[in-house]
Nanobody, 123 residues
């Protein structure tokens, strides 16, 4: 059974930092990239950052480049997202999953989504 468990979300002030953690199971990280995605109220889910299984290839959305850093611990089946200089527009529920098309949420099946973790950035 594929499972994703996200944690680390919180309420922070603009300019603050958070570190999100995604622990996954049910598949081998050696075979797939992992990504962080987010969905803000009233908006579609979007790709934030993705990392290849070997960690040698990363992607960042323009809106987070230079502020967020993705990393992984293959031995622990864990992926992290360090978020610095947070902005109110970063407020969303953050999810991790296995991307199918680039670093987008397109066509990811329902059972490949966890509950997510809420990030709220106050101005």
């Amino acid at each position: 059974e594929v499972r994703f468990v996200e944690s680390g979300g919180d309420l922070v002030q603009a300019g603050g930092s958070l570190r999100l953690t995604c622990v996954f199971s049910g598949f081998s990280f050696d075979d797939y990239a992992i990504g962080w995605f987010r969905q803000a109220p009233g908006k579609e889910r979007e790709g934030v950052s993705c990392i290849s299984s070997r960690g040698d290839d990363t992607y960042y959305a323009d809106s987070v480049a230079g502020r967020f850093t993705i990393s992984a611990d293959n031995a622990k089946n864990t992926v992290y997202l360090q978020m610095n200089s947070l902005k109110p527009e970063d407020t969303a529920i953050y999810y991790c999953s296995v991307p199918i098309h680039g670093c987008t949420p397109h066509d990811i099946e329902d059972h490949y989504w966890g509950q997510g973790t809420q990030v709220t950035v106050s101005s």
